[in-house]
T-cell receptor, first 114, second 112 residues
């Protein structure tokens, strides 16, 4: 079974530029999460989708971050414009609806904002 | 609110030593508790979990017991190997939306 795929793996941008990250969850996983992991900290939830609907985006900085999951499968996370403090690893995770709580994680995208 | 506190790292041990990584939590109700591991260059992987008080999760020689009276979920292994070197995260899921609240992680370094 293929795992959660993310791209790109690394991205370096200048502040005020825009950037987008892509996630392809495990087939059949209805729930998708985006996390931000700053160096030395645990992941922080940005947004949770159930199919193509948003369950929780209370910690998403909506003035600069946006995310979508139009067909209930792939998802994109965008930052526009980026700030220095957005430098982090952006993790995507998916989980099958119902059942146990295990989330499966992708390898992450490491963003550096200069 | 809900929170997780882990012992700070790095924790450095010699091969075959006994490992304990402390984790305590604050939560309302009856959360599920997890340990995730992040090996160098890889994504987060579930190591073990426990869903109710006194449950013991175990995997790959690691164990952790859900202690409600002390609000703890300490990770233990009797004899560590160099390949156990990684960052270990304790996390809790407080309710049915299956969100995870994470500790800061503990880096474990095992020397041969």
């Amino acid at each position: 079974e293929a795992g959660v795929a993310q791209s790109p793996r690394y991205k370096i941008i200048e502040k005020r530029q825009s950037v987008a990250f892509w996630c392809n969850p495990i087939s059949g996983h209805a729930t998708l999460y985006w996390y931000q992991q700053i160096l030395g900290q645990g992941p922080k939830l940005l947004i949770q989708f159930q199919n193509n609907g948003v369950v929780d985006d209370s910690q998403l900085p909506k003035d600069r971050f946006s995310a979508e999951r139009l067909k209930g499968v792939d998802s994109t996370l965008k930052i526009q414009p980026a700030k220095l403090e957005d430098s982090a690893v952006y993790l995507c995770a998916s989980r099958i609806a119902g059942g146990n709580n295990e989330q499966f994680f992708g390898p992450g995208t490491r963003l550096t904002v200069l | 609110g809900n929170s997780v506190t882990q012992m700070e790292g790095p924790v450095t041990l010699s091969e075959e030593a006994f490992l304990t990584i402390n984790c305590t939590y604050t939560a309302t109700g009856y959360p599920s508790l997890f340990w995730y591991v992040q090996y160098p260059g890889e994504g987060l992987q579930l190591l073990l979990k426990a869903t109710k008080a006194d449950d013991k999760g175990s995997n790959k020689g690691f164990e952790a017991t859900y202690r409600k009276e002390t609000t703890s979920f300490h990770l233990e292994k009797g004899s560590v190997q160099v390949s156990d070197s990684a960052v270990y995260f304790c996390a809790l899921s407080p309710d049915s939306n299956y969100q995870l609240i994470w500790g800061a992680g503990t880096k474990l370094i095992i020397k041969p």
